[in-house]
C-alpha cells in the first residue's frame, strides 16, 4: 500500500442548470504518469452535481486500478469542503451523492482533499468539456487512442499482445445461456429484478437448449442467475444432461430500478436526462437501480471464481442478457458502449474460451 495516485476531478454545466458533463484523470502520484482518463455527459444537471459525478469517476477509476491511497485535487471548494467534513450538506442532491462519495471512499485505505485553483486543474476541465461536446453531438466521449510505436516490439509467445500466435495452456469453456422468453421481454420491456416467468415459447427454447447442449459431451457444471426465468430455463437443460444446478446471485441481471417493467418508450418519455446520462456513462445506474459498472464489477468476479476451479473444465452459465454482453465484452476488449452494440437473442447460446494467458 505504499503506491500513491493523483486524482484531479472537475465538472461543468453551460447554463447550470444545462448540459453538463464531468471529467477525471488518475496519475501516478510519484511520476506523475497518466494511468486513467474518464469522461461523460450527465444530460441536464448543475456544477455542483457535476463536479460531485467527476469525483465519484475518479475514485472509482483508481480502485478499479490499485486500490491504494489516494490524493484528491479539485477546484471545487464546495466539494472538497463537504467531503472533508468542514461543511454542512444541505441540498438533498448534495446529500445523496455525498454518501455515494463516501461509499465510493470506503474502498480505498486513505484518501486526501485538497482544493487547487482552476488553472492548476486543466487536464481534467479539458475532458469535461470534451465529454459535453460529445453529449451535444449526440455522441459517448471515449477517450483517445494512443499513437502506434513506429517500431512494435514483438510480444513474447502466448502473450496479451500476441493474438495472431497460438493460446498457451488448457482453457476454462464458458457456455452462456440466456434464459427462455417471458412476457416482459415480449413487449421488450426493461426486466431486471422482478420474476416473470417462462412463457410456452420460453419452455419450447429451454427444451432446444437442452437438446442442443445435449449433443456436447463433457459439460462439468450448470450455474445459474437466481432468477425465476433463469433458473426454470436451467431445469430443463441440467434435467436432461442428469446435472444439479448451482445458483450464484452474482450471475444475475442489472437491477434496472424505477424503469422495471416500462418499455424504452416509456423510460425515454418520463426520464429523458436520466436515459441519457444512463447511456453516456456506465457508472450511471436507473433511478434507485444498478449501473453497468457494478455489474461488470460482480460478473468479472464471478467469472474469475470460475477459472478459479481450475482450467479444463466446460461450465454452462444460465444467465440474462447484460452479463452475457459484459463477458462478450470483457473477451474482446471492447469499450463500455458495446453493450448498446450487442444483440443477443432469448435462448442465445454464446461460447468464450478463457486461457491461462
Known amino acids: 500500500m505504499s503506491r500513491r495516485l493523483v486524482v484531479e476531478a472537475d465538472g461543468g454545466s453551460r447554463g447550470n442548470p444545462g448540459p453538463a458533463g464531468y471529467g477525471a484523470v488518475v496519475r501516478d502520484a510519484d511520476t506523475g504518469e497518466v494511468l486513467r482518463e474518464v469522461a461523460a455527459g450527465i444530460g441536464r444537471a448543475t456544477n455542483n452535481v457535476a463536479e460531485y459525478r467527476g469525483l465519484l469517476a475518479g475514485l472509482r477509476a483508481a480502485a478499479e ?30 446529500r445523496a451523492l455525498r454518501a ?7 474502498r480505498l485505505p486513505a484518501v486526501r482533499f485538497r482544493h487547487i485553483p ?3 486543474n486543466s487536464h481534467a476541465d479539458r475532458l469535461a468539456n470534451e465529454a459535453m461536446d460529445a453529449a451535444a453531438a449526440g455522441r459517448s466521449w471515449v477517450p483517445p487512442v494512443p499513437a502506434a510505436p513506429t517500431a512494435p516490439a514483438a510480444a513474447p509467445a502466448g502473450g496479451p499482445g500476441g493474438g495472431w500466435g497460438s493460446p498457451a495452456g488448457v482453457p476454462t469453456r464458458l457456455l452462456l445461456l ?13 426486466s431486471g429484478v422482478g420474476d416473470p416467468l417462462l412463457t410456452e415459447v420460453g419452455r419450447a427454447q429451454a427444451a432446444a437448449a437442452a437438446a442442443r447442449l445435449g449433443e456436447r459431451a463433457g459439460l462439468d457444471a450448470v450455474i445459474s442467475s437466481p432468477r425465476a426465468r433463469a433458473t426454470a430455463t436451467a431445469a430443463v437443460v441440467a434435467g436432461a444432461l442428469g446435472l444439479p444446478v448451482g445458483v450464484d446471485q452474482r450471475w444475475r441481471e ?21 436515459l441519457a446520462a444512463w447511456l453516456a ?3 450511471v445506474a436507473p433511478p434507485g437501480g444498478e449501473s453497468f459498472a457494478a455489474t461488470y464489477r460482480r460478473v468479472r468476479q464471478a467469472r474469475d471464481a470460475l477459472l478459479a476451479a481450475g482450467p479444463g473444465r466446460t461450465v454452462l452459465v444460465v444467465t440474462h442478457v447484460t452479463p452475457i454482453k459484459t463477458l462478450a465484452r470483457m473477451a474482446l ?25
Open 333 to 357: 476488449g471492447a469499450p463500455p458502449e458495446a453493450l448498446h452494440r450487442m444483440h443477443l437473442d432469448l435462448g442465445g447460446l454464446s461460447e468464450v474460451d478463457w486461457y491461462p494467458d
Open 254 to 274: 442489472t437491477d434496472f430500478g424505477a424503469w422495471e417493467g416500462a418499455t424504452y418508450a416509456e423510460v425515454q418519455q418520463r426520464w429523458p436526462a436520466e
Open 118 to 120: 482552476r488553472a492548476q
Open 178 to 190: 440466456r434464459h427462455g422468453q417471458t412476457a416482459l421481454s415480449v413487449e421488450r420491456r426493461f
Open 281 to 283: 456513462d456506465p457508472e
Open 65 to 94: 486500478l490499485d486500490p491504494a491511497a489516494v490524493d484528491v485535487l479539485m477546484d471545487s471548494k464546495l466539494v472538497v469542503e463537504q467531503m472533508a467534513g468542514r461543511w454542512q450538506v444541505k441540498h438533498p442532491d448534495m
Open 100 to 106: 455515494e462519495a463516501a461509499e465510493a471512499l470506503r
